[in-house]
């Protein structure tokens, strides 16, 4: 390169001068952030007069989860419209006790800003802190995977910001990783174990040998470790535990090693699309029909949703799981979520969009209880609140560990479907008390009130 | 006058730190202005400054920075588990250990060079994702991600009697916390060290050594040919590029104390590539613009849904604002991928040269219009002190 002589040459005083002004020019957002953070007791605090305050909807729309996230955002929708007065009410007219009064929360108008998780915590947390720094949201809820609702979990308690997780099942979400600001309303892989075994034993009696397909993260490990318990609690034993990659597609390399393996029974710890595929290519490898130790092979997917088995077809019929909530339930609360849901979009909600609505209501009344948006009043207002009428009978979240207590239900893939959407039928309620376990078991440490 | 800015190391610097310290004032018209988004554009600005030391000045494509980024991020995350939760020798650590691997990798991968070398990399990093995702489990945390628990030892705060009694601890800087100011902090700390950062590179595209590396790019047969070794200058090359990456995931691991392997997959080595072609390949600034661009897109774009829509152009009739709504709406919300894809494709075709090249035209055309003669040249100029194809090839006679 050429050297010219004519370049000029910044002298070292007027570097200085310039980068002082350079730096107080720099500085002066954090003059407006201190005055600003002065008048504000807690992070985004709605302004003396605001009419309005915004929720934020974090769901995975794109990914293995689409599907569920797709779910989830028109029911934090239609619980936004109802919070605000608007529709039939739903939910709103059965929940009890209740405080809600149809104009909003404390009088402000609930509007609501959304997001795409794609299924990553990185990304679900950036989506997270654009909402809580950008938006000023006073909630954050949604999210179809342990991991995603974990890590943005984790962001909340440090943000001060309340989080009401949407669908996680993983026991890490109120276990080792359980977060004052964080709550749970959906149920999670140590019950479905307690709910399932059973039923297990009922029908496939105590000599199985259990082969595990595992998605591998959080949820997975924690489910393949509940169900072992409950199974091996049962005489059965595990032949095999393998982990697979979340969003693998094609399963058929993890599939072919069961043929030989000497397992009776598949035990698929697998959600959304992934169980879809997992499902569909088991049964065309033929395992459903085969003979192993002179017993029948079974499959078993101990999480199951509605939306799955629309995925899965013909496939599923037969098959057993657990799940939080159907919409072929028949006490009020359901009936009226289902109406209200089915006149909106014109399909029945699925247990994902059911967990979410009812987390948007119980934040909503929360607030209203406590009297303010104020986290750590709030957060005291829904530990260890007691409600009916929310489609799982009577519910507790319990204080110690922000988990919900509630029914849980045993499905079977309906063999002989009237609908389309028909698909699961309700094999077993398993009452609360049968699935209740000490808050102690996981560890964990909720954290701090105030942050 | 553009030739004797642009030729005068002090007052580029002084000028870009100008720019970037003032981003939060000068971005808030595009509802960017929030520190999370600023700090991704300083962190990732420092991914791509560094990425185009190799790419831009060598012309070698590497497809798996993404792999160093990862690694910086998970050995910040041990050293706030295991040392202290400063971040100084965090990020220090980072720098190190990722350095440390763009050595090995760089050493195999850059026994080929063109395609070969792209697919060696691109190996390397599927490597280093498989094992962060599912073997090397007990250090990554797998799909989780590694995070920071109360319970960890943290040696050196230990010994400085910094006991943690409630809740996780934050990232701090000597005392001063990451996290306050509302952020805004933990973005100045990433952006002095993006404005370090720039002036190395600036250093290294303006030296001997970047000159060597722009003959690699031009020519590295004939280089061969003359008696040059050019290994070690594309292995110094390929590590300080890693060791930038290095930086940035340790930054990212600072700012936000958790690290998943997910940083590591092909399409964040992809994004890089893609910052770098967009902004221009080759150009100082050109990265930066193509990181903002990007990360602007993926942020803001991605966040916007049919109301908020509505509100934008409710300046209109009811039935065109309808009618926008629903032309507009594939574009953003999930749709974002789309509006980038086009705009990538628009870059690549016109403006090979990137947005770099787009601004340069630019400039040059108002220059025409202002009528000041001789303008050319001067902007010409301005390219060539920065892109090499232009240097070796229009400008042989004045250099």
């Known amino acids: 390169?050429?050297?010219?002589?004519?370049?000029?040459?910044?002298?070292?005083?007027?570097?200085?001068?310039?980068?002082?002004?350079?730096?107080?020019?720099?500085?002066?957002?954090?003059?407006?952030?201190?005055?600003?953070?002065?008048?504000?007791?807690?992070?985004?605090?709605?302004?003396?007069?605001?009419?309005?305050?915004?929720?934020?909807?974090?769901?995975?729309?794109?990914?293995?989860?689409?599907?569920?996230?797709?779910?989830?955002?028109?029911?934090?929708?239609?619980?936004?419209?109802?919070?605000?007065?608007?529709?039939?009410?739903?939910?709103?007219?059965?929940?009890?006790?209740?405080?809600?009064?149809?104009?909003?929360?404390?009088?402000?108008?609930?509007?609501?800003?959304?997001?795409?998780?794609?299924?990553?915590?990185?990304?679900?947390?950036?989506?997270?802190?654009?909402?809580?720094?950008?938006?000023?949201?006073?909630?954050?809820?949604?999210?179809?995977?342990?991991?995603?609702?974990?890590?943005?979990?984790?962001?909340?308690?440090?943000?001060?910001?309340?989080?009401?997780?949407?669908?996680?099942?993983?026991?890490?979400?109120?276990?080792?990783?359980?977060?004052?600001?964080?709550?749970?309303?959906?149920?999670?892989?140590?019950?479905?174990?307690?709910?399932?075994?059973?039923?297990l034993k009922e029908e496939m009696g105590t000599d199985r040998k259990a082969y595990h397909l595992t998605s591998d993260y959080t949820w997975g490990w924690t489910q393949e470790e509940s169900i072992k318990e409950t199974t091996e609690g049962l005489g059965w034993k595990t032949v095999k535990t393998v982990k697979t990659p979340v969003g693998a597609g094609d399963f058929s390399q993890y599939i072919t090693p069961i043929l030989n393996s000497g397992a009776d029974t598949l035990i698929l710890n697998h959600y959304g699309k992934d169980m879809i595929n997992s499902l569909t290519q088991s049964v065309q490898f033929g395992l459903r029909d085969k003979q192993v130790n002179g017993k029948n092979f079974e499959i078993i997917v101990p999480l199951y949703s509605r939306l799955m088995a629309?995925?899965?077809?013909?496939?599923?019929?037969?098959?057993?799981?657990?799940?939080?909530?159907?919409?072929?339930?028949?006490?009020?609360?359901?009936?009226?979520?289902?109406?209200?849901?089915?006149?909106?979009?014109?399909?029945?909600?699925?247990?994902?969009?059911?967990?979410?609505?009812?987390?948007?209501?119980?934040?909503?009344?929360?607030?209203?209880?406590?009297?303010?948006?104020?986290?750590?009043?709030?957060?005291?207002?829904?530990?260890?609140?007691?409600?009916?009428?929310?489609?799982n009978g009577k519910t507790e979240y319990r204080a110690e560990d922000h988990q919900c207590f509630k029914d849980v239900l045993v499905v079977r893939g309906n063999e002989k479907p009237t609908s389309q959407f028909d698909l699961l039928k309700i094999v077993k309620q398993v009452p609360r008390s049968a699935v209740e376990y000490d808050a102690k078991i996981f560890g964990g440490d909720l954290g701090p009130y105030k942050v | 006058m553009f030739k004797k800015i642009l030729a005068s190391n002090p007052l580029i610097m002084?000028?870009?730190?100008?720019?970037?310290?003032?981003?939060?004032?000068?971005?808030?018209?595009?509802?960017?202005?929030?520190?999370?988004?600023?700090?991704?554009?300083?962190?990732?600005?420092?991914?791509?400054?560094?990425?185009?030391?190799?790419?831009?000045?060598?012309?070698?494509?590497?497809?798996?920075?993404?792999?160093?980024?990862?690694?910086?991020?998970?050995?910040?995350?041990?050293?706030?588990?295991?040392?202290?939760?400063?971040?100084?020798?965090?990020?220090?650590l980072a720098m190190i250990v990722s350095g440390l691997f763009a050595v090995v990798i760089g050493y195999l991968s850059l026994r080929r060079s063109g395609i070969y070398f792209s697919i060696l990399t691109l190996a390397f990093a599927q490597m280093a994702y498989s094992l962060a995702y599912s073997v090397l489990t007990p250090i990554t945390n797998g799909e989780t991600g590694l995070q920071v628990s109360q319970q960890d030892p943290r040696v050196l705060d230990a010994m400085a009697g910094i006991a943690v009694t409630d809740g996780i601890p934050s990232t701090n800087l000597f005392g001063a916390l990451i996290k306050s100011q509302g952020g805004y902090y933990g973005f100045y700390v990433a952006a002095v060290l993006l404005i370090i950062a720039f002036y190395i590179s600036l250093k290294i595209f303006r030296s001997p050594f970047g000159m060597k590396l722009r003959a690699i790019k031009s020519n590295q047969t004939r280089m061969k040919y003359t008696g040059?070794?050019?290994?070690?200058?594309?292995?110094?090359?390929?590590?300080?590029?890693?060791?930038?990456?290095?930086?940035?995931?340790?930054?990212?691991?600072?700012?936000?104390?958790?690290?998943?392997?997910?940083?590591?997959?092909?399409?964040?080595?992809?994004?890089?590539?893609?910052?770098?072609?967009?902004?221009?390949?080759?150009?100082?600034?050109?990265?930066?613009?193509?990181?903002?661009?990007?990360?602007?897109?993926?942020?803001?774009?991605?966040?916007l849904n049919d109301s908020e829509l509505h509100s934008m152009f409710s300046f209109m009739p009811e039935g065109l604002q309808n009618i926008m709504v629903t032309v507009v709406s594939p574009f953003v919300g999930e749709g974002w991928h789309l509006t980038l894809g086009l705009v990538f494709m628009i870059v690549v075709i016109f403006l090979p040269g990137g947005i770099m090249q787009g601004l340069t035209h630019l400039f040059n055309f108002v220059k025409r219009l202002v009528g000041l003669g001789g303008s050319n040249k001067v902007i010409d100029n301005m390219a060539a002190n920065d892109t090499p194809n232009n240097t070796l090839n229009k400008h042989k006679g004045e250099a």
């Open chain 1, 1 to 199: 390169m050429k050297n010219d002589n004519k370049t000029p040459t910044l002298d070292r005083r007027g570097f200085l001068k310039a980068s002082v002004a350079t730096g107080l020019a720099a500085s002066s957002p954090f003059f407006i952030q201190n005055a600003f953070a002065k008048g504000e007791t807690f992070r985004n605090a709605p302004k003396a007069g605001a009419k309005t305050i915004t929720l934020g909807f974090n769901v995975p729309q794109t990914g293995a989860y689409a599907d569920e996230g797709a779910d989830e955002l028109r029911a934090f929708k239609l619980a936004v419209k109802h919070l605000n007065g608007e529709g039939d009410g739903g939910m709103m007219n059965t929940f009890k006790p209740s405080a809600l009064k149809g104009n909003g929360v404390l009088g402000k108008k609930v509007a609501f800003v959304t997001g795409d998780t794609q299924t990553k915590s990185d990304a679900a947390r950036a989506s997270a802190k654009r909402m809580i720094e950008k938006d000023g949201v006073l909630m954050i809820s949604g999210g179809s995977s342990s991991g995603v609702a974990i890590a943005v979990q984790g962001l909340c308690q440090e943000m001060g910001t309340m989080f009401m997780a949407g669908l996680t099942h993983s026991n890490d979400t109120t276990g080792k990783d359980k977060r004052r600001y964080g709550f749970r309303h959906f149920f999670n892989a140590k019950m479905t174990g307690s709910a399932l075994g059973p039923v």
């Open chain 1, 310 to 391: 629309q995925g899965a077809g013909k496939n599923l019929q037969g098959i057993l799981g657990t799940t939080n909530w159907n919409w072929a339930l028949t006490d009020e609360g359901s009936k009226a979520f289902v109406k209200s849901f089915g006149k909106e979009y014109g399909n029945p909600p699925s247990q994902a969009a059911h967990t979410c609505y009812v987390q948007t209501l119980l934040y909503a009344n929360a607030c209203e209880v406590a009297g303010t948006f104020y986290p750590p009043e709030v957060i005291k207002a829904l530990e260890g609140f007691k409600f009916d009428g929310m489609g």
């Open chain 2, 14 to 92: 002084l000028i870009f730190s100008a720019v970037v310290l003032s981003a939060p004032i000068w971005l808030a018209p595009f509802g960017a202005n929030y520190p999370d988004l600023l700090q991704k554009f300083a962190i990732f600005g420092i991914f791509a400054v560094g990425y185009n030391i190799l790419f831009g000045l060598t012309g070698y494509l590497s497809f798996g920075h993404a792999t160093f980024l990862g690694i910086g991020s998970y050995t910040a995350v041990w050293s706030f588990k295991l040392l202290t939760m400063n971040i100084l020798p965090a990020i220090v």
């Open chain 2, 228 to 303: 040059f070794n050019t290994k070690p200058y594309l292995l110094t090359a390929f590590v300080i590029s890693g060791m930038y990456a290095g930086l940035a995931g340790g930054l990212l691991a600072s700012i936000d104390p958790l690290a998943g392997a997910e940083r590591m997959q092909w399409t964040a080595s992809g994004e890089v590539v893609l910052m770098t072609i967009l902004g221009g390949v080759g150009t100082l600034i050109g990265p930066l613009l193509g990181t903002t661009l990007i990360k602007y897109f993926e942020n803001i774009f991605s966040a």
